[in-house]
């Protein structure tokens, strides 16, 4: 005869085949609790020896297998969403640390000027330390030190290479000089920018802005153009702005000249777009 204690003990065979690979506690208890009902429905109905054959063994670990598989892919989805999330979080803290002056801010110019000054008074600072140090073989009494910041530098030099005779060598100054050039380049640049005063123009199938505000080249199609046009846009710099509804880069001489390597939005009138940009200023102050 088949008793209780024998389909308790089928229903546990089963929910060994279910879950012999380790699944989640929740779908362990669900498949237990499944396992125990058919096993109890079969030895009601006297079939429990019918219930054991091969094929339903296998049916049985098939769906063990069904149920191992939705735990690992919803264990996948999971840590893909936590690493996508970390990714994005390291993004975030990049961007706020970032200190780099975009030439899209309308305070670009005021923001380079500061930060050029800065960089100046650094560079006497950094010189004048080395002078004084080489006079006096210490930095106690340097203008500008404290007697902890002198401290430090000198107990630095009394461990230093002999061929370092200064606290700051000369590469650090050599690399704030050339951050300096750079810097005061960029900015002829921007200002020689905003005082020309570039112009748009209209070509078959839309028109192209200088928009001196937002400091970008926009093109303008009246249709979606054909993709050898989009093509051509892309491969000179151009990137689709949906907020502005155009295809735009920086408004630069070098966006002017990118315009008009692209005959879809060249001037309908066959003009090259250069010659009908005012020309900049010379700026007669700037030393060489």
Not at 117 to 134: E, G, H, I, P, T
Not at 144 to 163: F, H, I, P, R, V
Not at 234 to 258: D, E, P, V, Y
Request: charged share 25%; hydrophobic share 35%.
């Amino acid at each position: 005869m088949w008793n209780a204690g024998d389909g308790f003990f089928c229903g546990r065979l089963l929910l060994n085949l279910f879950c012999r690979d380790g699944i989640a506690h929740s779908l362990k208890n669900r498949v237990e609790l499944g396992g125990i009902g058919l096993v109890g429905y079969h030895v009601q109905h006297g079939a429990a020896v019918a219930f054991l054959s091969r094929d339903k063994i296998q049916q049985a670990e098939g769906t063990g297998q069904l149920y191992r598989d939705r735990a690992f892919n919803k264990m996948s989805k999971s840590v893909e969403a936590m690493e996508k999330a970390e990714y994005y979080d390291r993004k975030a803290e990049a961007a706020e640390n970032n200190t780099a002056i975009s030439s899209d801010d309308p305070e670009a110019i005021t923001k380079l000027n500061d930060k050029l000054s800065r960089l100046k008074d650094r560079q006497s600072f950094m010189k004048n330390v080395n002078a004084y140090y080489r006079k006096h073989q210490t930095c106690r009494g340097c203008e500008g030190l404290t007697s902890e910041q002198a401290a430090k530098m000198d107990n630095d030099m009394a461990n230093a290479y002999s061929w370092e005779t200064a606290p700051f060598p000369a590469w650090a100054l050599s690399n704030n000089n050339a951050e300096i050039r750079r810097l005061e380049k960029r900015i002829v640049q921007l200002e020689q920018n905003r005082e020309v005063g570039f112009v748009g123009w209209e070509f078959d199938g839309g028109r192209v802005v200088a928009n001196a505000d937002d400091n970008r080249l926009q093109v303008f199609f009246d249709e979606i153009p054909p993709e050898d046009v989009r093509s051509a846009l892309k491969s000179n710099g151009f990137h689709w702005a949906r907020s502005a509804g155009a295809w735009q880069r920086q408004l630069t001489g070098n966006a002017i000249c990118a315009a008009s390597r692209i005959k879809a939005i060249c001037p309908s009138d066959g003009t090259d777009p250069r010659k009908i940009q005012p020309r900049a200023k010379p700026n007669k102050g700037q030393e060489r």
